[in-house]
């Protein structure tokens, strides 16, 4: 991954409309160079291209000289005039030929930066903890990677060339200018500054405003994903014409930001053209005095003409490649943003090495753990447990009791605030996250099911595994039944978030997915949650399958399903109060017993 071109600070959906003065600058764009500038030849051939095309528009004027100064000054100069329009000619065609290639490889260098830059910022999202995704809404990081690399491709693929081209063609121009006329080339490179001023001046405000005009953009992405993913709730609940009105407003306030950058660069263009027009007419009516008393000759007030109005053009059209490269260095900057973050979890400089074969023993000891966005509740207060190899543990307990933070803790999401989480005798924080989390497999109580093959899906235990292991996977898992009924079998695209499947089947892909990973500790929870009796059942059956000789943790709310466990953990305001069998914590008759005696109540 590139290393960090600039601090930045995190992601923040709700950013101010205007960015600090210190951060309206185009050194952003450092870090489009910074993956540019990995690919040399397609650079070099692209400048090269750029420096033909360039030389060959300024050198056009130079052939107008020629043909006006000695083509008309003679009858007999006939031959002249055909050299010098078969050189037009030749110069015609390198400049085709410069302007396609350079074409070619500024618009590759464009699409080969973004989709480097796209995989970059990926990689390090994917290093980050989940507690980042709980602050930063996954959909505004998501149009960070559509929109702002859109804006970054267009200032790779064009902006910058035509940057470029103004300015080697200004700053050439000017040569040419001073070699025509230097009287008159001082002249016009006096009011050169004055029309850059405006740039300088306004294009501060066009950057505050493309960062904004883009952050409500990002706003209708994120908003029109999250109605989208939800389309059955806004239909059950009447609520089309309230997301209609609330859509409607993010669209506005986008057009609304957008108008404020479209009036602060009309104002740029008009002035800037209102003086580079008003240059040119005032360079033409005091140069007439110099060609009448024969300091000028006509060819030469004709190219230098025309080279006048190549420099000013090119210096004009400055303003709005200015804003242009303002709005990808806003683009450029909330990519560094996400380029620049740091882990939170990572594996120290030396990792301890965890122990081969793995036993799978887990062992809290006198753990303190807050949730940062919820410091003032203890999830977990003095918490120990041990969990020997191959044992099965229960986890149960009311809702906030602490169970879900178990998990996450093994699975090394976050650090514990005191005390130790370890597995095989080895506290986690000394470990590489992704040797811990290579032991652990998880079966979630909301089962996440790719947009993808069902082949993929089950591959996402352990994507080494032939058909074959798949197969034997889904058998285990009640599976293989359902899986071979589909169009394509394994090959079938199982839709968004499985829609093409139930709750059940995609449980059931949950259980063989996780049979693939085929680790020596097992995290199930509330793994036959809301399913039908059937489904239950089947899913039940593949559980114990997949509990065999494992370290098993199960986080259950429904009783039943824990019943046969040897021991039960009964948890409560982050601690244990209760533990043993289900008789000897019926016998008890504390929290479990009365949990137990409303279900199995309300079940009878």
């Given at each position: 991954?590139?290393?960090?071109?600039?601090?930045?600070?995190?992601?923040n959906?709700?950013?101010?409309?205007?960015?600090?003065?210190?951060r309206?600058?185009?050194s952003n764009?450092?870090?489009?160079?910074?993956?540019?500038?990995?690919?040399?030849?397609?650079?070099?051939?692209?400048?090269?291209?750029?420096?033909?095309?360039?030389?060959t528009?300024?050198?056009?004027?130079?052939?107008?000289?020629?043909?006006?100064?000695?083509?008309?000054?003679?009858?007999?100069?006939?031959?002249?005039?055909?050299?010098?329009?078969?050189?037009?000619?030749?110069?015609?065609a390198?400049?085709?030929?410069?302007?396609?290639?350079?074409?070619?490889?500024?618009?590759?260098?464009?699409?080969?930066?973004?989709?480097?830059?796209?995989?970059?910022?990926?990689?390090?999202?994917?290093?980050?903890?989940?507690?980042?995704?709980?602050?930063?809404?996954?959909?505004?990081?998501?149009?960070?990677?559509?929109?702002?690399?859109?804006?970054?491709?267009?200032?790779?693929?064009?902006?910058?060339?035509?940057?470029?081209?103004n300015?080697?063609?200004?700053?050439?121009?000017?040569?040419?200018?001073?070699?025509?006329?230097?009287?008159?080339?001082?002249?016009?490179?006096?009011?050169?500054p004055?029309?850059?001023?405006?740039?300088?001046?306004?294009?501060?405000?066009?950057?505050?405003?493309?960062?904004?005009?883009?952050?409500r953009?990002?706003?209708?992405?994120?908003?029109?994903?999250?109605?989208?993913?939800?389309?059955?709730?806004?239909?059950?609940?009447?609520?089309?014409?309230?997301?209609?009105?609330?859509?409607?407003?993010?669209v506005?306030?986008?057009?609304?930001?957008?108008?404020?950058?479209?009036?602060?660069?009309?104002?740029?263009?008009?002035?800037?053209?209102?003086?580079?027009?008003?240059?040119?007419?005032?360079?033409?009516?005091?140069?007439?005095?110099?060609?009448?008393?024969?300091?000028?000759?006509?060819?030469?007030?004709?190219?230098?003409?025309?080279?006048?109005?190549?420099?000013?053009?090119a210096?004009?059209?400055?303003?709005?490649?200015?804003?242009?490269?303002?709005?990808?260095?806003?683009a450029?900057?909330?990519?560094?943003?996400?380029?620049?973050?740091?882990?939170?979890?990572?594996?120290?400089?030396?990792?301890?090495?965890?122990?081969?074969?793995?036993?799978?023993?887990?062992?809290?000891?006198?753990?303190?753990?807050?949730?940062?966005?919820r410091?003032?509740?203890?999830?977990?207060?003095d918490?120990?447990l041990?969990?020997?190899?191959g044992?099965?543990?229960?986890?149960?307990?009311?809702?906030g009791?602490?169970?879900?933070t178990?998990?996450?803790?093994?699975?090394?999401?976050?650090?514990?605030?005191?005390g130790?989480?370890?597995?095989?005798?080895?506290?986690?924080?000394d470990?590489?996250?992704?040797?811990?989390?290579?032991?652990?497999?998880?079966?979630?109580?909301?089962t996440?099911?790719?947009?993808?093959?069902?082949?993929?899906?089950?591959?996402?235990?352990?994507?080494?595994?032939?058909?074959?292991?798949?197969?034997?996977?889904?058998?285990?898992?009640?599976?293989?039944?359902?899986?071979?009924?589909?169009?394509?079998?394994?090959d079938?695209?199982?839709?968004?978030s499985?829609?093409?499947?139930?709750?059940?089947?995609?449980?059931?892909?949950?259980?063989?997915r996780?049979?693939?990973?085929?680790?020596?500790?097992?995290?199930?929870?509330?793994?036959?949650?809301?399913?039908?009796?059937?489904?239950?059942?089947?899913?039940?059956?593949?559980?114990?399958?997949?509990?065999?000789?494992?370290?098993?943790?199960?986080i259950?709310?429904?009783?039943?399903?824990?019943?046969?466990a040897?021991?039960?953990?009964?948890?409560?305001?982050?601690?244990?109060?209760?533990?043993?069998?289900?008789?000897?914590?019926?016998?008890?008759?504390?929290?479990?017993?009365?949990?137990?005696?409303?279900?199995?109540?309300?079940?009878?």
């Amino acid at each position: 991954m590139a290393d960090p071109v600039q601090a930045a600070p995190q992601p923040n959906p709700n950013a101010s409309d205007t960015a600090p003065p210190g951060r309206r600058k185009l050194s952003n764009l450092l870090m489009i160079w910074h993956y540019g500038s990995r690919y040399p030849a397609q650079l070099t051939i692209a400048l090269l291209a750029l420096l033909t095309t360039s030389a060959t528009t300024l050198y056009i004027p130079w052939t107008f000289k020629s043909v006006i100064d000695r083509g008309f000054s003679s009858a007999g100069n006939s031959e002249h005039i055909d050299r010098v329009f078969y050189g037009l000619f030749g110069l015609v065609a390198v400049l085709a030929i410069a302007t396609a290639v350079r074409f070619y490889f500024v618009s590759w260098l464009g699409e080969r930066t973004v989709a480097d830059i796209r995989t970059a910022v990926q990689a390090n999202l994917l290093r980050l903890a989940p507690r980042w995704f709980e602050e930063n809404r996954p959909s505004e990081v998501a149009s960070r990677l559509t929109s702002d690399t859109a804006q970054i491709e267009n200032a790779v693929g064009t902006t910058v060339s035509v940057a470029l081209r103004n300015v080697l063609t200004g700053i050439g121009g000017i040569i040419s200018l001073f070699a025509l006329a230097p009287k008159l080339a001082g002249l016009l490179l006096l009011g050169i500054p004055v029309m850059v001023l405006p740039i300088v001046l306004l294009g501060r405000r066009v950057q505050a405003y493309s960062r904004s005009s883009q952050d409500r953009i990002a706003d209708i992405g994120a908003m029109a994903v999250e109605t989208f993913g939800a389309m059955k709730i806004v239909q059950a609940f009447g609520q089309e014409q309230r997301e209609t009105e609330r859509f409607a407003g993010a669209v506005e306030r986008s057009f609304a930001a957008a108008k404020r950058r479209i009036r602060i660069r009309a104002i740029m263009t008009a002035l800037v053209i209102g003086l580079i027009f008003g240059a040119v007419t005032l360079l033409m009516w005091t140069t007439l005095a110099d060609v009448s008393a024969g300091r000028l000759t006509g060819g030469a007030l004709t190219a230098f003409i025309f080279t006048a109005g190549l420099v000013t053009g090119a210096f004009g059209a400055l303003t709005e490649v200015y804003g242009d490269l303002l709005r990808a260095s806003g683009a450029a900057e909330r990519l560094a943003e996400l380029l620049n973050e740091e882990p939170e979890i990572a594996a120290p400089a030396a990792p301890a090495v965890l122990p081969v074969p793995a036993r799978g023993t887990v062992s809290f000891d006198h753990v303190e753990f807050r949730y940062p966005t919820r410091q003032d509740v203890a999830a977990l207060h003095d918490f120990s447990l041990d969990i020997l190899s191959g044992e099965t543990v229960a986890i149960v307990g009311p809702s906030g009791a602490g169970k879900t933070t178990l998990f996450q803790l093994i699975q090394r999401f976050y650090d514990p605030d005191a005390g130790a989480v370890r597995i095989d005798g080895v506290d986690l924080r000394d470990a590489d996250p992704a040797e811990v989390r290579a032991r652990i497999a998880m079966v979630p109580q909301e089962t996440v099911i790719f947009g993808a093959t069902a082949r993929d899906n089950l591959r996402y235990g352990r994507w080494s595994a032939h058909d074959d292991e798949l197969w034997a996977a889904a058998e285990a898992a009640n599976a293989a039944e359902f899986l071979r009924k589909l169009p394509e079998g394994l090959d079938t695209f199982l839709g968004e978030s499985g829609a093409r499947l139930s709750g059940g089947q995609r449980q059931r892909v949950a259980i063989a997915r996780a049979l693939l990973r085929d680790a020596p500790i097992l995290l199930l929870d509330e793994a036959t949650s809301a399913l039908d009796a059937e489904s239950e059942r089947l899913v039940q059956e593949a559980l114990e399958r997949l509990m065999d000789h494992r370290t098993t943790l199960v986080i259950a709310h429904r009783l039943a399903t824990v019943r046969a466990a040897k021991r039960i953990i009964v948890m409560r305001d982050g601690q244990i109060v209760e533990q043993g069998s289900h008789g000897a914590l019926i016998g008890q008759n504390g929290l479990y017993a009365r949990l137990a005696s409303l279900q199995f109540n309300e079940a009878a």
